[in-house]
């Protein structure tokens, strides 16, 4: 089984930037597409990015095209997600998951959770 564990939530202001992390151990790391989704209060989780194993291939809703960039490092068991230009409708709690196939044309999570990490983005 996968664990998962997130971090580099924080408070930031409008216009800035955070990196998050996802440390992962339990199994192969490099195996399936890894990324991320979030869930901002009283609504649905959504999509937010995932990347191959190879890291070259990647994939990104439409809301955070251009400002974030999701990474990988195999070596350290890791995915990574930068996020510039911070808005404040990117305030969520952000979840990294272990498999993220496109189901229907749409991605969706198979795998593992991690307990999430808080991003507040103030105006």
């Known amino acids: 089984q996968v664990q998962l564990v997130e971090s580099g939530g924080g408070l930031v202001q409008a216009g800035g930037s955070l990196r998050l992390s996802c440390a992962t151990s339990g199994r192969t790391f490099s195996s399936w597409p890894m990324g991320w989704f979030r869930q901002a209060p009283g609504k649905e989780r959504e999509f937010v990015a995932r990347i191959r194993w190879s890291g070259n291939n990647t994939l990104y809703a439409d809301s955070v095209k251009g400002r974030f960039t999701i990474s990988r490092d195999n070596a350290k068991n890791t995915v990574y997600l930068q996020m510039n230009s911070l808005k404040p409708e990117d305030t969520a709690v952000y979840y990294c998951?272990?498999?993220?196939?496109?189901?229907?044309?749409?991605?969706?999570?198979?795998?593992?959770w991690g307990q999430g990490t808080q991003v507040t983005v103030s105006s």
């Open positions: 998951n272990s498999e993220i196939r496109i189901a229907g044309g749409t991605p969706r999570a198979f795998g593992s």
